[in-house]
């Protein structure tokens, strides 16, 4: 029995692997392989999906789109958080704990209930298709998010070192700067992160708020796939370009995360 | 520095955590103050910090008052009992951040901390980070920043309460020298009446958001205004009795009675309360004015040399401290020894009574 030990955790990891594996292949291989029968690799191998979105404005452009409202609803929620959190974690004011519940709660309504006062909203004061547009949509839920894992984080820092500083002659902001963020770093990676991957996978709010200029890559992808036939490779190639940016940031922030699981918050 | 509470009250909600409060504490001194948990030391550093401000009254430094100065103009400096560093900077920029927030000439920081690293035996840590320190270290460190900033009134709160039983030995020993020099006025909390009396100085009984005494270290110890300084100053607790004095002697039982010290002979006859250390109730006669009483052994603990028994006498619950190794059983009866010259006599107000 014992030499089997390994047969359960890789019978796992083959069967979660699968349909990534099977979305890389297809990216690899032309259309007509795709459609024509079933090969567990690309038989005549490709690049021509990868050179296509690489070189054709209308794809790359998506990823151009959303990297930006992603990197500006990261920065904007964060930055936006922090104070908030240092607030919530440092000082006792009057419906403090309802204050920071109802924040969560935010993150409770399904984007959908928000996509048509959104675009409504921004249509009226002109921010239809632009990326500010999806960003300050995404902050809607990224806020909270990050106000409520940074808490978690900046609790775990003793007030008393705030103190110290303040008796050192620090002021308030050369603290928070100097000290105090390069303190809870990890937290701030980790708020970061999930505020990435909830704007990178919102898929909703993203296609409601643009039209052309600044469409999302998800957007365009799920339009070349009713507009010129099955173009099945491309689609595969765009989704394997997708998964990329997620898996960067999960690697860089990998130890952070478990720190943030250990002290209970993500 | 000067420094001095005026009428100072604190209020949290509905609890008072510092009754009014008139203090003065001894110029360039090491002062302790010395109470249990929850007796306000903490509250009163932070007032003097200015992390919090007085209810009611007014702090003042050298004859100025400060109490609604900012903490970052006050210099002063301060020490907790957690180890308080920051987490992202070297030991060097731990110990020279103070001087960096003043901008000081990088030559005269880099010779200063040189100097406090050299005395608090950090050189060679210097360029690491604090979680790599030991907790001892990590104190240190935090003492160093304390001591390089050169501040008018340095502010310890139980400092060595979380350090091992050694380390504390060994820093307590080098604090009052480290900050002796420097002329600053020292105010250091702790909890523990042996610390106090190691630590010498000034010392201030707090009990219950009061401050029931101040004085020299040794004179609040041998010489307490009331019992609840006593209380405070006396570890293990202080044994008391109810007592009547009639004539020239104390009765404390039918059968129990001793001649009165001659200071107290003249205080009018009536019930009082004695206090007596545990160390004054032995289990040998060892001074001539003794008085023996029997009692029931509740527990016993034998320290190293010495041996201490609860004892029930009558009503009342004592602790007798005895040099050397002394095996009781419990629930016998033993003789014990009361060293009468040593007690103290409080009125029913609880103060001491001299003559």
Redo the contacts between chains.
Sequence with gaps: MKSFKWLAPTLYILFLMLPIYWLVTMSFKTTNEILGGFSLWPQEFTIANYVTIFTDPSWYIGYLNSITYVTINTIISVSVALPAAYAFSRYRFLGDKHLFFWLLTNRMAPPAVFALPFFQLYSAVGLFDTPIAVALAHALFNVPLAVWILEGFMSGVPKELDETAFIDGYSFWRFFIKIFIPTIAAGIGVAMFFCFMFSWVELLLAKTLTSVDAKPIAAIMTKTASTSGYELGLLAAAGTLTIIPGAFVIWFVRHNIAKGFALGRV | MSVELRNVTKLSGLDTHIHETNLKFEEGGFNILLGTTLSGKTTLLRLM?G?EKPSQGEVWFNGQNVTGMA??K?N???V?Q?F?N????TVYENIA??LR??RMPAKIIKEKVGQVADLMKLTPMLDRMPNELSGGQQQRT?LA?ALV?QADLVLLDEPLANLDYKLREELREELPKLFADTGATVVYATTEPVEAMLLGGYTATLNEGRVTQYGHTADVYHTPANLVSAEVFSDPPINTARVEKKGDRFLLSDTVNWQVTPSLRHIPDGPYTIGFRPHHINLNPIADTTVKVEGRVLITEISGSESVAHIKVGDNSWVSLSHGIHQLEVGNTVELFIQTDRCFCFDHQLQRVTN
């Design positions: 910090a992390l903490v970052q006050r002063v400096s301060m907790y957690q308080i920051y987490p992202n900077m951040s103070p927030v003043l935090a920043r900033k």
